[in-house]
């Protein structure tokens, strides 16, 4: 069983940058799947990121709307799961989740994620 916990929300400017952490227990964690969801005021929670276990490849995904801005990474010896974001804009305005899958599904369905955790306000000025 995964626990996880995101740190690192806050309020940015128009353009700034920003580095969410996720921080993860459990002795499997280096085996889950591991995403970015976020969800704004109003709206549904939204797929952002994704990356596979090392053992799968560790690859990645990213929505439309964030890719070439936001990269997320694995460390799986500190147990972390981090999303920097560059160039933020009013949109992505959100809370923030981490959430992890067992099956290895390399999802961008919430569906498809077992462990969640609380969530952490990215707010962002223009």
């Known amino acids: 069983q995964a626990r996880l916990v995101e740190s690192g929300g806050g309020l940015v400017q128009v353009g700034g940058s920003l580095r969410l952490s996720c921080a993860a227990s459990g002795r499997t964690f280096m085996t889950y799947d591991m995403a970015w969801f976020r969800q704004a005021p109003g709206k549904e929670r939204a797929f952002v990121a994704v990356?596979?276990?090392?053992?799968?490849?560790?690859?990645?995904n990213y929505a439309d709307s964030v890719k070439g801005r936001f990269t997320i990474s694995r460390d799986n010896d500190k147990n972390m799961v981090y999303l920097q974001m560059n160039n933020l804009k009013p949109d992505d305005t959100a809370v923030y989740y981490c959430a992890a899958d067992r099956a290895h599904s390399f999802s961008d369905s919430e569906l498809d994620y077992d462990y969640w955790g609380q969530g952490t306000q990215v707010t962002v000025s223009s």
């Open positions: 990356i596979q276990s090392n053992w799968d490849g560790g690859r990645k």
